[in-house]
Protein backbone atom coordinates (compact mmCIF):
# COMPACT_ATOMS: atom_id res chain seq x y z
CA UNK A 1 0.00 0.00 0.00
CA UNK A 2 3.16 2.71 0.78
CA UNK A 3 4.52 1.18 -1.97
CA UNK A 4 1.35 2.59 -4.26
CA UNK A 5 0.76 5.77 -2.51
CA UNK A 6 4.51 6.63 -3.08
CA UNK A 7 4.63 5.86 -6.93
CA UNK A 8 1.59 7.65 -7.27
CA UNK A 9 2.82 10.91 -5.77
CA UNK A 10 5.70 10.35 -8.10
CA UNK A 11 4.05 9.71 -10.90
CA UNK A 12 1.98 13.16 -10.27
CA UNK A 13 4.59 15.43 -9.31
CA UNK A 14 6.10 14.74 -12.66
CA UNK A 15 3.03 15.23 -14.71
CA UNK A 16 2.28 18.33 -12.78
CA UNK A 17 5.71 19.83 -12.70
CA UNK A 18 5.84 20.02 -16.66
CA UNK A 19 8.68 17.23 -16.94
CA UNK A 20 6.08 15.56 -19.11
CA UNK A 21 6.72 16.19 -22.74
CA UNK A 22 3.44 18.18 -24.15
CA UNK A 23 1.88 17.39 -27.45
CA UNK A 24 2.53 21.45 -28.91
CA UNK A 25 5.96 21.29 -28.28
CA UNK A 26 8.46 22.49 -31.73
CA UNK A 27 10.25 19.42 -32.63
CA UNK A 28 13.75 20.14 -34.16
CA UNK A 29 15.69 18.06 -37.02
CA UNK A 30 19.10 16.51 -35.69
CA UNK A 31 21.73 16.44 -39.09
CA UNK A 32 24.62 13.95 -38.78
CA UNK A 33 27.80 15.67 -37.79
CA UNK A 34 29.67 13.43 -39.96
CA UNK A 35 28.14 15.24 -42.70
CA UNK A 36 27.93 13.57 -46.45
CA UNK A 37 30.17 10.35 -46.30
CA UNK A 38 32.09 9.60 -49.56
CA UNK A 39 31.19 6.55 -50.64
CA UNK A 40 33.87 3.64 -50.21
CA UNK A 41 35.95 2.34 -52.80
CA UNK A 42 36.88 -1.53 -52.73
CA UNK A 43 40.01 -2.26 -54.19
CA UNK A 44 40.56 -6.04 -54.69
CA UNK A 45 43.80 -7.57 -52.70
CA UNK A 46 46.54 -8.41 -54.67
CA UNK A 47 47.00 -11.81 -56.57
CA UNK A 48 48.57 -14.49 -54.19
CA UNK A 49 51.89 -15.86 -56.09
CA UNK A 50 51.63 -19.85 -56.56
CA UNK A 51 55.05 -20.26 -54.67
CA UNK A 52 57.67 -17.59 -52.15
CA UNK A 53 60.41 -19.70 -53.46
CA UNK A 54 63.14 -17.95 -55.28
CA UNK A 55 61.52 -14.53 -54.34
CA UNK A 56 62.60 -11.08 -52.44
CA UNK A 57 59.29 -10.23 -49.49
CA UNK A 58 59.68 -7.00 -47.88
CA UNK A 59 58.81 -6.86 -44.13
CA UNK A 60 58.35 -3.56 -43.33
CA UNK A 61 58.12 -2.41 -39.43
CA UNK A 62 56.12 0.66 -39.10
CA UNK A 63 57.26 1.69 -35.61
CA UNK A 64 54.21 1.23 -34.17
CA UNK A 65 54.87 0.83 -30.39
CA UNK A 66 56.11 -2.45 -28.32
CA UNK A 67 55.82 -4.47 -31.95
CA UNK A 68 59.76 -4.57 -31.70
CA UNK A 69 59.79 -8.24 -30.52
CA UNK A 70 56.53 -9.27 -32.94
CA UNK A 71 58.37 -8.31 -35.92
CA UNK A 72 61.73 -9.87 -34.79
CA UNK A 73 59.72 -13.38 -33.65
CA UNK A 74 57.79 -12.91 -37.26
CA UNK A 75 61.36 -12.89 -39.44
CA UNK A 76 62.66 -15.86 -37.28
CA UNK A 77 59.13 -17.43 -37.82
CA UNK A 78 59.13 -16.75 -41.82
CA UNK A 79 62.88 -17.36 -42.40
CA UNK A 80 62.49 -20.91 -40.58
CA UNK A 81 59.49 -21.72 -42.59
CA UNK A 82 60.18 -20.35 -45.64
CA UNK A 83 64.11 -20.68 -46.38
CA UNK A 84 63.83 -20.24 -50.33
CA UNK A 85 62.51 -16.81 -50.03
CA UNK A 86 64.37 -13.63 -49.15
CA UNK A 87 63.40 -12.15 -46.24
CA UNK A 88 64.03 -8.18 -46.02
CA UNK A 89 63.08 -6.51 -42.96
CA UNK A 90 63.15 -2.62 -43.50
CA UNK A 91 62.00 0.23 -40.25
CA UNK A 92 60.40 2.82 -42.07
CA UNK A 93 61.67 6.10 -41.20
CA UNK A 94 60.05 8.55 -38.93
CA UNK A 95 56.64 7.39 -36.57
CA UNK A 96 53.73 5.43 -37.58
CA UNK A 97 52.17 8.22 -39.11
CA UNK A 98 55.02 9.59 -41.33
CA UNK A 99 55.04 8.71 -44.53
CA UNK A 100 58.43 7.16 -46.04
CA UNK A 101 58.01 8.01 -50.29
CA UNK A 102 61.48 6.56 -50.08
CA UNK A 103 61.07 3.12 -49.19
CA UNK A 104 57.56 2.26 -50.64
CA UNK A 105 59.40 2.97 -53.99
CA UNK A 106 62.02 0.51 -52.69
CA UNK A 107 59.88 -1.90 -51.90
CA UNK A 108 57.55 -1.93 -54.97
CA UNK A 109 60.78 -2.11 -57.39
CA UNK A 110 62.66 -4.67 -55.16
CA UNK A 111 59.57 -6.80 -53.61
CA UNK A 112 58.80 -8.96 -55.92
CA UNK A 113 57.55 -11.80 -53.99
CA UNK A 114 55.28 -9.03 -51.81
CA UNK A 115 55.51 -7.04 -48.52
CA UNK A 116 53.88 -7.28 -45.02
CA UNK A 117 53.76 -4.19 -43.68
CA UNK A 118 53.12 -4.31 -39.86
CA UNK A 119 51.04 -1.67 -38.80
CA UNK A 120 50.03 -2.23 -35.29
CA UNK A 121 46.54 -3.63 -33.50
Do not use: C
Not at 42 to 54: C, E, F, H, V
Not at 94 to 103: E, I
Amino acid sequence: MMVTILLASIVSFVSFSGWAVQENEAKIVVMNPRGIQPEIRKIPMAQRPSTLDGKTVYIIDTKYPNTKPFVIELESSLQARYPKTNWVLKEKIGSYFDDDPNLWKEAQEKADGGAIVLVGH
